[in-house]
C-alpha cells in the first residue's frame, strides 16, 4: 500500500527558513538542502516506518517519528492512510519543546 504524503504548512516554513538560511552563504547547497528534505519526505510514501520512533529515543509516549536528513530531523505521524510531516528542526534546537509546544498545559 502507498501512504499519501500530508506535509503541515509549517513544516513547509521550516524547509523554507532552512533554505533561506543556506542560502545566504551558498545558494546552491540550499537547493541541494531542499531537494533532499523532500526527497527523504517522499520516500515515506512507501516506506512509512522507516524513520525511527521519537518514544524510542525519549521517555515520553508519542506517535512522532523522525528521519535525519544531515543536521535536519524531519518529524512525522503515519495516520491510517498519510504520513503526516509535523516539523523539520535543527537537531541541535530543543526540538521536544517546539513539537510538544501545543501539548503542555497554559497557566
Known sequence: MKFRIRINPVAISDVQ?????IAEDNPGAATKMGDAIYSKMEKLADF???GASLSAKIN????????V???YLIFYKVEGEF???YRV????????SI???EELPKD
Open 83 to 85: 504520513v503526516s510531516v
Open 69 to 71: 536528513c544531515g543536521v
Open 48 to 50: 512509512p516506518e522507516m
Open 17 to 21: 527558513e532552512i533554505k533561506a538560511y
Open 60 to 67: 515520553i509516549k508519542t506517535d512522532y517519528r523522525f528521519l
Open 89 to 96: 528542526l535543527n537537531g541541535v534546537r530543543n526540538y521536544l
Open 99 to 101: 513539537l510538544f509546544a
